[in-house]
């Protein structure tokens, strides 16, 4: 067992105080390095690093079951990539400079996706199971990958399927957002002080995405019974953060409803959700547009992807690219004219994430079927080269490089 295992064994939970705070608007202080590398992350266990000078696969790391998901630091120095599948309990720290994983951390019961913070000194780390009956949520030090807070907080319901989602942190690097699933609210940490409060979803949340200003979270949750899928939108400039509105998906013509994930165009002027479908039945196709001030509902369309998941904004803010659970297509849609201008397909498998070169010429994709990572040309819309990376092993996941907040949001 390494020291820091050992450490969070004897660490003690904290007691959690709930507070009112008003969260202010801020924004990064400095730009994040864009890597000249690609980390593609794999659920069987492994981590490619790709060279997006030559697209040589440069180091295959073992990282550890279900580690799809990770994190950059701003710095690109490090990549955190949570464990997520059953009984595993730790987050794995990879250092991009030496190509090598240097730390293994456990934080709890299977962490889910934790987000390094944007001044780059704190990694939250939540989680899809309980720890002891609580929900779980971890602080590493990101300069000495030590942890030095651990929450664990009370929960009234049964969990039903995993108990947390995805996280987002103000700009200010303060607040700290996280999802419970037991009773169905967002956890907010204000990690001056480390006391914590809560706003209420109206259905299992699922993404949250913080303005582009900070003044609102718009939290996507997923919808159930009589709920349909949409947003709701938080007012953080407010001691009591009300609910500004709520909005809901059009779902039209579609068969299956489950909203997935929602984000922020570059600009800031569209905030887009997708239909996703329920895990047993990916078959959504529909994104809807809504005007992220007016809060108006602008368009919809439906895309030839299925089970669609993510939009991942290209740098230059003009498209966005559509990733799947269902089928091997992803989607290329222009913000400005709201339509389809490029349908591929790519791969034996549901397409997955996709990172970009910070001059926006390449999109690399991940393929969940083989494994492997495509390279697409944004100006044409062609995959130009297969990297294989996978070597046929289904389970392909996340594909990073630059530091994101929420992840199919580039640094503005």
């Known amino acids: 067992m390494n020291q820091n295992a050992m450490k969070n064994l004897l660490l003690k939970p904290i007691a959690v105080a709930v507070a009112a705070t008003v969260i202010p608007v801020a924004a990064m202080a400095s730009q994040p390095t864009w890597p000249d590398v690609v980390v593609q992350l794999h659920g069987a266990g492994k981590a490619f690093i790709v060279d997006t000078n030559t697209d040589e696969l440069v180091a295959t790391l073992d990282t550890c079951r279900g580690g799809t998901l990770g994190s950059t630091t701003p710095d690109a120095s490090k990549v955190y990539v949570s464990c997520a599948a059953p009984d595993e309990t730790d987050v794995v720290v990879i250092d991009l400079n030496e190509r090598e994983v240097i730390n293994r951390i456990a934080t709890g019961n299977r962490p889910k996706h934790g987000l390094v913070s944007p001044d780059g000194k704190l990694v939250g780390v939540d989680h899809w199971g309980l720890s002891d009956g609580k929900l779980r949520v971890t602080f590493l030090d990101a300069s ?204 034996k498998g549901r397409m997955g994430h996709v990172a970009f070169t910070q001059d926006g010429s390449y999109g690399y994709v991940s393929n969940a079927g083989d494994g492997n990572l495509y390279k697409v040309d944004m100006a044409s819309f062609e995959v130009v080269k297969e990297i294989v990376t996978g070597g046929g092993m289904p389970g392909g996941g996340q594909a990073l490089n630059v530091w994101t907040n929420v992840f199919e949001e580039l640094p503005r």
């Open 144 to 347: 000495s990958d030590e942890i030095v807070r651990t929450l664990d907080i009370d929960v009234q319901g049964e969990p039903v399927g995993v108990t947390s989602m995805h996280n987002s942190w103000s700009a200010d690097s303060r607040y700290f957002f996280t999802m419970d699933r037991v009773d169905n609210r967002v956890v907010v940490v204000d990690t001056s002080d480390w006391s914590m409060s809560t706003m209420a979803s109206p259905s299992r949340p699922h993404y949250p995405a913080v303005s582009p200003d900070g003044s609102e979270l718009w939290l996507v949750h997923e919808g159930s019974g009589d709920v349909k899928p949409g947003v709701v939108i938080f007012d953080l400039t407010k001691a009591d953060r009300p609910v500004v509105t709520e909005l809901s998906m059009p779902l039209t013509g579609e068969e299956v409803a489950e909203a997935h994930h929602g984000n922020f165009s570059q600009d800031g002027k569209l905030f887009m959700i997708l239909n996703r479908g329920p895990g047993d039945n990916a078959l959504g196709r529909e994104v809807a547009f809504f005007d992220a001030e007016t809060k108006e509902f602008l368009h919809r369309l439906s895309t030839a992807s299925t089970g669609v998941g993510h939009t991942y904004n290209s740098p230059d803010g003009r498209h966005t690219v559509v990733t799947n659970y269902g089928n091997n297509v992803i989607s290329v849609i222009d913000l400005e004219e709201m339509r389809t201008v490029a349908d591929l397909s790519i791969g």
